[in-house]
């Protein structure tokens, strides 16, 4: 335990045994500022307003069992030590405790003899080490889906991306529409200042497109100096007026759009992305810095959102 004092909370009805809890922990030498409450209402109304390290519950509360508290805990703190106390008798529920995603269990009866220090300290060592499996996890996923220049998603991601978002439009009759965008001149820019100062141009490009697109919309990089916007519950229309946006974002940088729609002939995702590919060879054989609309708008009858 790496922390002076611990920040403990004991939920348990028996007032007794608060007392028995507190011996416990002052006879193992436990460095800790403890919490008593007697229901899962008071319990509840701790964690969310104590920083706490570990909680200490026992097993049968008045109105809820503690499975039904731990639950209600997790949704709020999914990453704080739950230790289960319980009874000889209660086998069974020490079992299912650990199917639930208690860390351990402690019975009552052995409170007076064991040394809770190190049951504590290896609870919360082994939360701390499980953290940090699931932070590398998180970064290491992380780094598969993203563009390591400009850190937006990358081609591989784009794809399932555009996939995912197509099958759920034509399932449920919903707008989706996409953007391509292709970077005017950067062959230019990469030969007179060099690829340094292009890469710098990408990211601030990159930057600017996160800036401007919703949480819930998808930017990548397609590769090279192309980027590509999938925007869900977008119709053709929405998607030109973020085109137009994404311009004045980057602007003095120049690009060329190309804008489509989710529509009833397309077969396929990759329809879908042909038609923005066209639209995007049309602003470009149009004089570039501009934003073009596929030649075929939605045909499909969409539920208003």
Do not use: W
């Amino acid at each position: 335990m790496e922390k002076d004092q611990l920040s403990i909370l004991v939920i348990d009805p028996e007032i007794t045994d608060h007392h028995l809890i507190q011996n416990s922990l002052f006879r193992s030498k436990v460095p800790a500022q403890l919490h008593f409450v007697s229901t899962t209402e008071e319990g509840l109304k701790k964690t969310t307003r104590e920083n706490l390290d570990l909680i200490l519950t026992d097993h049968q509360l008045p109105q809820v069992n503690a499975f039904q508290l731990l639950f209600e805990i997790q949704q709020v703190h999914p990453n704080l030590p739950i230790i289960l106390l319980t009874r000889e008798d209660e086998a069974r529920v020490a079992r299912e405790a650990f199917q639930r995603g208690v860390d351990d269990y402690i019975l009552k009866e052995e409170l007076e003899t064991i040394s809770l220090f190190d049951i504590i300290g290896n609870t919360i060592e082994k939360r701390r080490k499980k953290e940090e499996v699931v932070e590398q996890t998180l970064k290491l996923r992380e780094l598969a889906e993203r563009d390591g220049l400009t850190g937006l998603y990358n081609h591989r991601f784009l794809i399932d991306a555009v996939e995912r978002e197509f099958a759920r439009a034509r399932r449920y009759h919903r707008p989706l529409s996409i953007l391509i965008i292709d970077m005017d001149g950067f062959k230019t820019i990469n030969d007179t200042c060099g690829h340094a100062q292009g890469d710098k141009v990408l990211k601030q490009v990159a930057q600017r497109l996160l800036q401007t697109v919703r949480f819930v919309d998808v930017a990548a990089r397609y590769g090279g100096d192309e980027f590509v916007v999938v925007l869900p519950e977008t119709s053709l229309k929405e998607g030109a007026r973020l085109g137009e946006r994404i311009l004045k974002e980057i602007f003095p940088l120049s690009a060329s759009i190309g804008v489509a729609c989710f529509n009833a002939g397309q077969d396929s995702a990759g329809a879908l992305f042909k038609e923005a590919d066209q639209a995007l060879y049309q602003a470009k054989k149009g004089g570039r810095s501009r934003v073009v609309t596929s030649a075929h708008p939605s045909q499909t009858k969409l539920r208003a959102v």
